[in-house]
């Protein structure tokens, strides 16, 4: 293969001839070859917007000239383009601050932007930390990164798929509001409602999954730019940071500013443990729904079987003609996934010591495998299962009419007790409610069939 050779502070080292990345990048890669798992892009391209907006700030204020202003805008431009993609080599498994990342970005910039620069006849020459990384530390343009990356992939990955899925279940309820079927408590038989109405708790929990996420994700959009290494804005501009959250709006078209207070910005990571936790809650709520799902469409001839879901693929390589709820399953699974990631955000943020929390990397690395894992197993299960869910009225009328709980109905009128005796002696003797009421003298056929009635029993408060 072949080199060339580059220089930073601790001397000369070898990259690839055909890489644009710089001294630091090299010795990162060369050091940390710990796992498969990569600096996510989205943090990268989260970087190029800052590097973009760090650039035309640096030049407002009279830091930076005109001509690298605009060489590094169209380096980033290209990075945020997804062009350099491959420069981008290292682990997630480097320094807790990210240095090596921020630096990644600052040396394939400089490349770029030189080229660039010696493509329009320039003499001028751009420096990855003079000018790239102006105004900025590692400390601080990392964890802006990291709140960029988080805010994106929340509003514009994961609520739209969020949307899709709710959308789908509120159909769902609303097709299925008259179709009345036994409700079932503790695993075991309960009063009725509607299938629909089921299906609405559904709902529910993503209207309120939606409304947590989008509450906590605004406390991401305070940014530490302008903190510098430890928080005191040493060598930037005291505007800097305002103006780069103001520029950074511009191009993400969000709405963020610089943090108040630049020492708990570097140090905490509070907000994005908050905004995870909400996701969690989403993915708790989808727990509970992929397990009902596939309760209520288990079987096909020995299992509770009220609903039936697409048949997918095979589900045995040995039994044949078996179909198993897939889609819950995949779910399901990645729902542990996001439950364990959240156990490793809040014990990383927890570990800010002194100036600076240095366990950044692993925090927005599982943030943004939980949202992507969420979105795209939404997607999936909405696609491929949810939109196909059709009742089975066969199943569904039987079980209503061989439950013991519609006895409850009868609880006004003969008391709790009475009422027990009659399910029990049903239950024990292997007849209905009605012929054990009967056999009890406890009402007449006229009184129990005015009483029982799963309609009223629905929608007890109804005039």
């Known amino acids: 293969m072949d080199y060339r050779i580059e220089k930073d502070t601790l001397g000369e080292i070898r990259v690839p001839a055909d890489k644009i990345w710089g001294a630091q990048t090299q010795r990162s890669k060369e050091n940390f070859q710990i796992g498969t798992e990569k600096m996510p ?65 600052n040396e394939v910039i400089a490349h770029r932007a030189n080229q660039l620069l010696e493509e329009q006849g320039s003499t001028e020459r751009i420096h990855p930390n003079d000018d790239v990384n102006k105004s900025q530390s590692s400390n601080d343009t990392f964890p802006t990164a990291l709140h960029v990356a988080a805010v994106e992939a929340v509003e514009d990955y994961l609520l739209p798929r969020l949307q899709l899925l709710k959308n789908t279940l509120k159909e769902k309820s609303e097709s299925f509001k008259d179709i009345i079927k036994i409700g079932r408590t503790h695993l075991q038989d309960a009063t009725p409602l509607t299938l629909g109405q089921e299906i609405s708790g559904w709902h529910h929990m993503l209207v309120k999954s939606e409304k947590m996420i989008e509450v906590t994700t605004e406390f991401l959009k305070e940014l530490a730019i302008g903190g510098t290494a430890v928080g005191t804005g040493i060598n930037a501009h005291p505007k800097f940071g305002d103006m780069v959250a ?4 511009t191009i993400t078209g969000k709405t963020f500013t610089s943090s108040v207070n630049k020492f708990h910005a570097l140090t905490s990571h509070d907000e994005i443990v908050t905004a995870h936790g ?122 209503l009419e061989n439950s013991l709980m519609l006895v409850t109905a009868l609880n006004p009128y003969i008391g709790y007790e009475n009422a027990a005796k009659i399910a029990k002696k049903a239950h024990k003797e292997g007849t209905t409610l009605k012929e054990a009421a009967l056999a009890l003298e406890l009402l007449t056929e006229e009184k129990f069939e005015q009483y029982i009635d799963p309609k009223k029993m629905i929608h007890p408060n109804a005039e």
């Open 41 to 105: 892009v989205e943090i990268i391209r989260a970087f190029a917007i800052l590097k973009k907006a760090a650039a035309i700030t640096n030049n407002k204020l009279g830091k930076l000239s005109e001509t690298k202003a605009k060489a590094i805008v169209s380096a980033a431009d290209e990075i945020i383009a997804g062009k350099w993609d491959d420069e981008f080599p290292l682990v997630v498994w480097q320094t807790g601050s990210g240095t090596q990342s921020n630096m990644n970005v």
């Open 278 to 399: 909400a996701i969690k809650a989403l993915a708790v709520d989808l727990m509970k729904i992929a397990n009902d799902v596939r309760w209520l469409a288990s079987g096909p001839r020995s299992g509770i079987g009220e609903i039936t879901i697409p048949e997918n693929e095979p589900g045995s390589s040995i039994m044949p003609g078996k179909v198993n709820p897939t889609q819950s399953e995949a779910l399901t699974m990645v729902v542990t996934q996001v439950v364990g990631n959240d156990a490793t955000i809040a014990f990383a943020a927890s570990q800010g010591n002194f100036e600076l929390n240095v366990f950044k990397p692993v925090i927005i690395y599982n943030f943004l495998q939980s949202v992507r894992l969420l979105a795209d197993s939404m997607k999936s299960f909405n696609d491929n299962c949810a939109v196909g869910i059709e009742p089975n009225h066969e199943v569904l009328e039987r079980n």
């Open 246 to 249: 103001e520029e950074i709006s």
